[in-house]
């Protein structure tokens, strides 16, 4: 088994190497805010720096080191499109609705390219481009069909890849060809993160970490202090708040019952190859694209913008929590891929948490007067820096805070608490409607 690990091997995401997490910024947290923000991944720092920058007072708590979530763990996709279909949520909610919703996804997706170039930070964004490995020619044919239908509606580009084109895109022949959607885009999120951070720091807000917030209370109206609706209880005592925004997505804890309740923790699992020679890796990913296969439990790839080495992930939500398993699973899925990198060996392997939810869409909103953005299914590098802008323009009253997202209720189901009891059922279940789709050639469920 030791034979799978480096030397140097780290039980760490590979991001932290150039990106380590911080030690708390903030000090002693002051009596009133007027925001207060649960949460430091882009979420919530997204929010706190155009919050600050507009003159707000800010401080965003966090129950580890800032930036320990998902922000600082992913893989750093950018995308553009949801979990669900664009052809099955066009069927469920109407031609108008879905279009609404993907002008709102490509925004996401531009803006964040946007901001990071006028911010000048530096995390590697590029507009690589995406595979879509085809799992089966049944996939291969929805594939086709929903990527066909985002072209007409949407205008969206894509090329279609046959089998026999598929090496010109990756050393693989596991695949049944694919699609290549070529502006799609990649970043290192460590450093996306950071320069968040930083850039949320300079503006005047206040990051504090190892400390948890336990509770938020509304105070009765009578008893508020000028600009302190709430009463939130940290690990560090009690302060006010005019606001709170919600930014915990896939740790959402249970101490949040209306939020733990419309959220599905689940576990994500990546890795990282040792140095490669670099003709090796080139050979791999010859144009240096983010690639998924196309099931609903992916599998995914992509080169390291930083360093000869190639990241890699899927066998989500497995269950599996010892890190030389981690790896055994994972190298396994790395040579059924790859076969050419059958021998080398792993640096780095890392788990993170995601949030789904039970209609598999993203949702932002305010209840009981606490805004939240979460339920980011896998696509929150460019949705969660969306999201935490909007609470933001939200809490300012600015006109362009409103998005497509916000119509739509939060679902739960009854008796749901928050434990995922039933995640195996759904892999499961992922797993039959693929392999339903890879015999029928149907479109995607
Ligand atoms: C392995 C993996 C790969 C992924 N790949 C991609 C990808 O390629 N592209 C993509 O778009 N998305 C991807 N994602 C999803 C993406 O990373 C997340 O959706 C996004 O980072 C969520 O950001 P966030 O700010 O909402 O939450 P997070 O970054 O997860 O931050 C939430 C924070 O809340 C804190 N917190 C929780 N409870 C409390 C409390 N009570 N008090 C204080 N703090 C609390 C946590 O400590 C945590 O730091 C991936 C996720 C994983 C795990």
């Given at each position: 088994m030791n034979d799978l690990l480096a030397t140097d091997f780290r039980n760490a995401p590979y991001w932290w190497d150039a990106a380590p997490l911080a030690e708390s910024a903030g000090g002693t947290p002051a009596p009133a805010y007027d925001a207060v923000i649960v949460g430091s991944g882009y979420t919530g720092l997204r929010a706190a720096l155009a919050l600050a920058r507009a003159g707000r007072s800010v401080a965003v708590f966090d129950?580890?080191?800032?930036?320990?979530?998902?922000s600082r763990r992913n893989a750093g996709f950018l995308g553009r499109?949801?979990?669900?279909s664009y052809i099955d949520l066009k069927a469920a909610k109407g031609a108008a609705y879905a279009a609404a919703i993907y002008r709102d996804l490509m925004m996401a997706y531009e803006s964040t390219l946007a901001f990071i170039a006028e911010e000048g930070?530096?995390?590697?964004?590029?507009?690589?481009g995406r595979l879509i490995a085809a799992t089966s020619a049944g996939h291969f044919a929805g594939l086709e069909r929903e990527l066909a239908g985002m072209k007409g509606d949407l205008g969206l580009p894509y090329e279609m890849l046959p089998r026999a084109r598929l090496r010109e895109e990756m050393?693989?022949?596991?695949?049944e060809g694919g699609a290549v959607i070529p502006d799609l885009g990649s970043l290192h999120p460590g450093l996306y993160h950071r320069g968040l951070m930083e850039r949320a720091l300079a503006a005047g807000a206040a990051i504090f970490g190892a400390c948890e917030i336990s509770a938020i209370e509304p105070v009765p109206r009578m008893r508020q202090?000028?600009?302190?609706?709430f009463r939130v209880t940290t690990a560090a005592g009690k302060v006010f708040a005019r606001d709170v925004v919600v930014a915990?997505?896939?740790?959402?804890?249970?101490?949040?019952p209306w939020h733990a309740r419309r959220v599905i923790p689940f576990t994500g699992y990546m890795a990282a190859t040792e140095e490669l020679p670099p003709a090796l890796l080139a050979r791999q990913l010859p144009n240096r694209r983010t690639v998924i296969d196309s099931n609903l439990d992916i599998d995914f790839f992509r080169p390291a913008p930083d360093t000869p080495r190639l990241l890699f992930g899927g066998?989500?939500?497995?269950?599996?929590?010892?890190p030389e398993a981690i790896a055994a699973l994972l190298h396994g899925r790395l040579r059924r891929a790859?076969?050419?990198?059958?021998?080398v060996k792993l640096s780095h392997v890392w788990t993170g948490q995601c949030a789904g939810t039970f209609d598999m869409m993203p949702h932002i909103g305010c209840h009981d007067g606490i805004w939240y953005g979460m339920g980011?299914?896998?696509?929150?590098v460019p949705m969660g820096s969306f999201f935490g802008l909007k609470i933001a323009q939200k809490i300012l009253g600015l006109?362009?805070?409103?998005?497509?997202?916000?119509?739509a209720s939060f679902p739960t189901l009854p008796?749901?608490?928050?434990?995922?009891?039933?995640l195996p059922l759904a892999m499961r279940w992922f797993a039959r409607q693929d392999s339903r789709l890879a015999r029928r050639g149907a479109a995607r469920p």
């Open positions: 129950r580890e080191l800032p930036g320990f979530g998902a499109t949801l979990k669900k930070i530096e995390c590697h964004a590029v507009r690589c050393a693989t022949d596991l695949y202090e000028p600009g302190g609706r915990t997505n896939g740790y959402t804890p249970r101490s949040l066998a989500t939500a497995n269950g599996l929590e010892d790859l076969p050419d990198l059958a021998d980011y299914n896998f696509a929150g006109p362009d805070a409103i998005t497509a997202f916000e119509s008796f749901y608490r928050g434990n995922p009891w039933f």
